[in-house]
């Protein structure tokens, strides 16, 4: 088989040619220094307020509360750490299925005693409890942070960020979401959405990697991050990667400009795999909030575990397709995945993560389906 079929878009997704040929100046003629008077250095300055103005008009932010920063793992570091540092928050309210960049940043604020940390419940769709949250905020004495995902990166579910952000304005607590799976696949309206901090990563929507972006709403007042010039409104100092924020801004304007339909398409995707796998494959189970409050990219199936599906990602990796693992037991150097883990801890059960972009095709999702059958 030449052809290599791509189902793993959650992890990183193709840079689209438009984006690359926006960059191109950047990496070519127009290398000037942004912090730089002369004219050549204007003009990269003047790309990157444009990008910013760009970025901040889609997500209906104001330009001032829009930070460039390497990329979503930066950008949920950065807010986590600067709520406790700059903003006094003495306890964290998260949840078990975090991705790593938020929950390894509480678990080391953790361990130094720096904060109390409480988790969420999770009901068994692997949505986080909100009466539970409430009443977690209640309880909290003291000031407090809350950090929940937007999307979950493995099987897909769907916060209401509006409701989470009203439950913490009414506490008085301090809400950062990870928005690293949504920027790009979703519209925002941030100016009518309760959030002090949110994150995006330009590679998971046809963008550059190493660039992503992190909002501070106007009102919350943090210090630098990074020190030593001038850069970001005294926010991350460093020469900016200009191509990369140029990049971003492209990436996500495509993906504004067509995401009606764009995310019906890669809708009728995953309900095609979703009926496909169904039909083919006994005792095929799914993982998450699969057709309810769920993201249209990501489709996290569990097979019955044997012999031969223990081996499953490797052999559909023989066969040049790409998806990702996430089961619950530890088999080999397979460290197993801690959404899966939280929410549906069957050892019996292989669990692999099939998520989509624009350039996937069902006739790409039959042949995987067709290997599928062998392999299980």
Do not use: W
Not at 14 to 40: C, H, Q, R, W
Not at 223 to 234: A, C, D, Y
Request: aromatic letters at 8%.
């Amino acid at each position: 088989m030449s052809h290599r079929i791509y189902f793993d878009n959650a992890a990183t997704t193709a840079l689209d040619p438009i984006v690359l040929e926006a960059m191109m100046p950047y990496l070519t003629e127009k290398f000037g220094n942004p912090s730089s008077i002369y004219s050549y250095g204007r003009e990269t300055r003047m790309a990157i307020e444009t990008a910013r103005k760009t970025v901040a008009k889609i997500l209906n932010a104001h330009p001032a509360e829009i930070f460039f920063t390497s990329g979503g793992t930066e950008s949920s570091n950065t807010a986590i750490q600067a709520a406790v540092r700059d903003l006094g928050c003495k306890k964290i309210i998260t949840s078990k299925i975090e991705h790593h960049a938020v929950s390894h940043t509480v678990e080391y604020l953790d361990n130094r005693d720096v904060v109390k940390v409480s988790y969420v419940k999770l009901l068994p769709n692997g949505h986080v409890d909100l009466k539970d949250l409430e009443k977690l905020l209640a309880a909290s004495t003291e000031k407090t942070l809350v950090t929940l995902m937007h999307a979950n990166n493995e099987i897909g579910n769907l916060l209401d960020i509006n409701v989470v952000g009203n439950l913490c304005k009414t506490y008085h607590a301090i809400f950062h979401s990870d928005t690293v799976q949504t920027v790009g696949h979703f519209p925002f309206d941030l100016r009518n959405t309760p959030v002090h901090f949110i994150t995006g990563a330009s590679h998971k929507f046809h963008g550059p990697k190493g660039i992503g972006l992190l909002y501070i709403n106007e009102n919350v007042r943090i210090k630098p991050f990074v020190h030593g010039g001038s850069q970001e409104r005294n926010m991350r100092a460093g020469t900016e990667n200009i191509y990369g924020i140029a990049g971003l801004a492209k990436a996500l304007e495509i993906a504004t400009r067509d995401h009606e339909v764009d995310r019906k398409y890669i809708t009728s995707l995953k309900h095609y795999m979703h009926e496909q796998l169904e039909k083919n494959i006994r005792h095929v189970g799914f993982n998450g909030d699969l057709f309810g409050s769920s993201l249209y990219t990501v489709l996290s199936a569990s097979f019955p575990k044997t012999e031969k599906s223990e081996m499953i990602l490797f052999n559909l990796d023989i066969n040049d397709i790409c998806a990702s693992g996430g089961s619950a037991c530890t088999s080999g150097a397979e460290q197993g995945s801690h959404v899966i883990s939280a929410i549906n801890n069957n050892p019996n059960q292989i669990t692999v993560r099939f998520s989509f972009s624009k350039h996937n095709t069902k006739e790409e999702i039959d042949i995987v389906v067709e290997k599928l059958k062998d392999m299980v």
